[in-house]
């Protein structure tokens, strides 16, 4: 039996699949968020939904693993502590819709919702007063009924954190550490609910290798930024993901 009968793929979907693995990889090295979006957005035209999320939390655990390096000292562990509290609630939901659910009209939302907020970042908006326990909690349950259901918990996170105007390298810090701990969570749930099955870990195993070069690529990246850049790169990030889960949502009609 061939690799690639095992895991299920064409020769040109397997390619495809490492491609984006690989820039979703530099994506994380660079914002400390952004792999499961990407990956989820672009292989979700190949795979259904709940094929894809299983393989996606193996590898984000493993690609936070890789980031350690890079970000230990930048972690905020009092804001990530919060924020696991909602995750712990919310991602239950989540792989509870992503199960009994369709997808479609809640990743429609959540990609309007990420576009609305990131237009009134870019004009400016900014609002420190949300930087409160309550708030955060409300944001880690928002954030792990997403992930849950399909692995964007880090996009309303990221979000929060750059409305309060909190410094790059503690946002990417924390997110990595805040997904790391979070989607380990999430896997253990996946099985438990009965989405994760052999041809998971066939389909993960080939693609861990190419995690630390983009890692390692997309940390230089961000070394070289200056903090404006992050912002705006982050910003425009969120867009770019956000049109094509709606475009896909539409397709899918």
């Given amino acids: 039996m061939s690799l690639l009968s095992l895991l299920n793929f064409n020769l040109s979907e397997f390619l495809l699949i490492v491609f984006i693995v690989f ?3 530099i994506i994380r090295g660079f914002n400390g968020f952004g792999f499961s979006a990407t990956c989820m957005s672009l292989i979700s035209f190949i795979l259904p939904t709940i094929e894809i999320v299983p393989i996606i939390l193996i590898l984000e655990v493993l690609v936070s693993i890789f980031m350690i390096p890079y970000i230990w000292s930048s972690i905020d562990w009092k804001f990530v502590s919060q924020i696991l509290i909602g995750i712990s609630i919310g991602s239950p939901i989540g792989l509870y819709l992503l199960k009994f659910l369709s997808p479609n009209i809640a990743h ?5 919702i990420i576009i609305f907020f990131v237009i009134l970042q870019l004009r400016g908006y900014s609002n420190k007063r949300i930087n409160n ?3 955060k909690i409300s944001a880690g349950i928002v954030s792990g009924t997403i992930n849950g259901f399909g692995t964007l918990g880090g996009m309303p996170i990221s979000l929060f ?3 309060t105007k909190v ?3 503690i946002i990417r810090g924390s997110l990595a550490a805040i997904f790391f701990i979070a989607d380990a969570y999430v896997f253990n749930l996946s099985i438990y609910v009965g989405i994760v099955d052999e041809i998971v870990f066939y389909r993960a195993l080939p693609l861990i290798c190419i995690l630390p070069l983009g890692v390692f690529l997309g940390n230089k990246l961000f070394v070289k930024s200056k903090e404006e850049t992050y912002r705006k790169a982050v910003f425009y ?3 770019v993901i956000s049109v094509i889960g709606i475009a896909k949502v539409i397709i899918n009609l």
Avoid: G, V
């Fill in 161 to 163: 954190l750059l409305i």
């Fill in 167 to 169: 410094k790059p390298m």
């Fill in 133 to 135: 326990l309550p708030t």
């Fill in 23 to 25: 820039i979703a990889s």
């Fill in 108 to 112: 429609l939302s959540i990609c309007l």
């Fill in 237 to 239: 990030f969120l867009i």
